[in-house]
């Protein structure tokens, strides 16, 4: 006979959601399920990651009832609905879910839930400092604009969050779809959870290696799956980050060493990875001729080992994987949307 967990124990779940796969690491296990090709359009762009998310809790639970499938975030919609009706319906979908086996919530306080957030679908920005800006309402106000400059409307619903910094300093903000982050709330509740918190991999990632970047210009790459993500630093101070998909015939190293050299010349940093020093690697430093020591890049996540091969061995550093419990994940399982079987405050953490 199985015994009751200890009264006052409560698990932790921690949760990759990517559009391609969800991660999933429970009791020092950690498993990958795929996520199922979104079908149709107007759906947003994370229903099917939400969707198989909700078909993996299940499983952690109790085998779901045939009578009372998880919901698919990403079925088929009709024609005349827009994205903003297949969000809502999404999260009205998800309300419905049954709520968890009674026999665990008696036994079990709500186990915590911890989901991180892949680059897929969050955008980020450094906010130049502006002494004019005292207050986090102005700096949220400032980012926001910024945004719907870069992506338009569809900036109006995202959920914002600006890391904090010293004065004096760039800061980083992270954008994601507030729907999504609904999404997330109203699965949680439905099958029993606590929601800890939501942040995206790049700010989990650097929090985590930020010990490990030295003073001077620094890159910090997170490459995971197709995707790269580049944080460009000068004395440990953000200036930019950037972003890059890679196609199925892309060169990881090429890709990366171009995001680099592109996002330092746009800071107003000159990075050469073949010489020892650079110069104009700070505002004015190259009318007055001033130079400091080479660049340096480091690169965590899945695909982190495929763009080392493009940099000089002494200049770049493999960090391993972007978050501790994400080393050694396992292969890529068939479960999917569509299957029965079961500190100060970071940018982007938005619970």
């Not at 679908?121 to 949220?140: C, G, K, N």
């Not at 990881?252 to 592109?262: E, I, M, S, T």
Request: net charge neutral; glycine share 8%.
């Amino acid at each position: 006979m199985p015994l009751a967990p200890a009264a006052g124990f409560r698990e932790r779940i921690r949760v990759l959601l990517a559009a391609d796969r969800i991660v999933r690491w429970r009791q020092g296990d950690c498993q990958t399920l795929r996520v199922a090709a979104p079908t149709g359009t107007g759906r947003p762009n994370w229903a099917a990651a939400v969707a198989t998310l909700a078909t993996a809790l299940a499983a952690d639970g109790e085998t779901a009832s045939p009578a009372s499938p998880a919901p698919d975030a990403a079925q088929q919609h009709t024609p005349d609905e827009s994205a903003g009706d297949e969000a809502s319906a999404a999260l009205t979908r998800l309300a419905s879910l049954p709520s968890a086996p009674a026999r665990w919530l008696k036994h079990w306080q709500a186990p915590r839930l911890e989901i991180v957030v892949a680059e897929h679908f969050a955008r980020w920005l450094v906010l130049p400092w502006q002494a004019e800006i005292s207050t986090p309402a102005e700096s949220e106000a400032f980012a926001r604009h910024r945004l719907r400059e870069i992506y338009g409307e569809a900036a109006r619903g995202w959920s914002i969050v600006c890391a904090e910094r010293p004065p004096g300093e760039g800061t980083p903000v992270c954008a994601i779809d507030s729907a999504l982050i609904e999404a997330l709330h109203a699965l949680a509740r439905a099958r029993g959870y606590a929601l800890e918190c939501v942040h995206p991999l790049f700010g989990a990632a650097a929090d985590h290696w930020r010990a490990a970047l030295p003073r001077g210009l620094v890159g910090f790459a997170v490459a995971e799956g197709d995707a790269l993500l580049l944080g460009l630093l000068h004395d440990r101070r953000w200036h930019a980050i950037q972003r890059a998909s890679l196609a199925a015939d892309d060169d990881p190293g090429a890709a990366l060493a171009g995001l680099f050299v592109r996002t330092a010349l746009a800071a107003g940093f000159a990075a050469d990875f073949g010489s020892e020093s650079t110069q104009g690697t700070t505002p004015g430093a190259a009318q007055r001729g001033t130079t400091q020591a080479a660049p340096r890049l480091f690169v965590c996540g899945n695909a982190a080992a495929r763009c080392m091969a493009a940099f000089p061995a002494e200049r770049c550093r493999l960090l391993g994987s972007a978050l501790p419990w994400l080393a050694g994940v396992a292969g890529v399982t068939g479960l999917s949307a569509a299957s029965p079987t079961p500190r100060q405050r970071s940018a982007g953490e938005v619970v």
